[in-house]
């Protein structure tokens, strides 16, 4: 069973910077699609960003483009999200999604498996 922890989530001030970390155990990360996604109460689970399995190709919302970063090490089982210029609409409940067969895609329904989420909280 594929398990994915989130870490990293924090408050800050608006402008400020936050690095969350997820790491994988139980499956073959190295060949997941790897996303992000972000929810508040009352609102659907809305997607950050994704990254392919070598890296090498990444996709933002428009919201956070220019301003976060999603990297991932294949040799540590684990994806980041460096999150830049952090503004107040930034907070939400922050979680990791893996996408098993490697699929290129921003809806949740097609990711796999979760993590438990890290908050992010940005004051403004």
């Known amino acids: 069973q594929v398990q994915l922890v989130e870490s990293g989530g924090g408050s800050v001030q608006a402008g400020g910077s936050l690095r969350l970390s997820c790491a994988a155990s139980?499956?073959?990360?190295?060949?997941?699609?790897m996303g992000w996604f972000r929810q508040t109460p009352g609102k659907e689970r809305e997607f950050v960003a994704y990254i392919t399995w070598n890296g090498a190709s990444t996709y933002y919302t428009d919201s956070v483009k220019d301003r976060f970063t999603i990297s991932r090490d294949n040799a540590k089982n684990t994806v980041y999200l460096q999150m830049n210029i952090l503004k107040p609409e930034d907070t939400a409940l922050y979680y990791c999604?893996?996408?098993?067969?490697?699929?290129?895609?921003?809806?949740?329904?097609?990711?796999?498996?979760w993590g438990q989420g890290t908050q992010v909280t940005v004051s403004s």
């Open positions: 139980g499956g073959t990360f190295s060949t997941y699609t």
């Open positions: 999604a893996a996408n098993k067969v490697g699929y290129y895609t921003r809806l949740p329904r097609n990711y796999d498996y």
